[in-house]
């Protein structure tokens, strides 16, 4: 059974920071192309990260480029997304997925979704 599992959310002031962390069990994680997904209220969900199979292709959204970084544990089976620089409209429910596949940007490339986990940026 595939489960992604995230955690680290929670309520941050502006400027402070985060550390999500997903982890992964049922699938062999190397072959994963791993995403990071992100939903706010009344609104679609939106790309953030990706991070390839090798662990040294990342891709960002602008919206995040410079402030998060996303990377791989492969000891256990966990990616990472590292949020700086937080800002209130950050604010959203977190979501990592998986591609054994090619995927980007594209949610529907996706295979397996986490759950989510809140994250919250006040002003």
């Known amino acids: 059974q595939v489960q992604l599992v995230e955690s680290g959310g929670g309520l941050v002031q502006a400027g402070g920071s985060l550390r999500l962390s997903c982890a992964a069990s049922?699938?062999?994680?190397?072959?994963?192309?791993m995403g990071w997904f992100r939903q706010a209220p009344g609104k679609e969900r939106e790309f953030v990260a990706r991070?390839?199979?090798?662990?040294?292709?990342?891709y960002y959204a602008d919206s995040v480029k410079g402030r998060f970084t996303v990377s791989r544990d492969y000891a256990k089976n966990t990616v990472i997304l590292q949020m700086n620089s937080l800002e209130p409209e950050d604010t959203a429910v977190y979501y990592c997925?998986?591609?054994?596949?090619?995927?980007?940007?594209?949610?529907?490339?996706?295979?397996?979704w986490g759950q989510g986990t809140q994250v919250t940026v006040s002003s």
């Open positions: 049922g699938i062999i994680f190397s072959n994963y192309i």
């Open positions: 991070i390839l199979w090798s662990g040294d292709g990342t």
């Open positions: 997925a998986g591609s054994v596949s090619g995927a980007d940007i594209d949610p529907h490339q996706y295979d397996y």
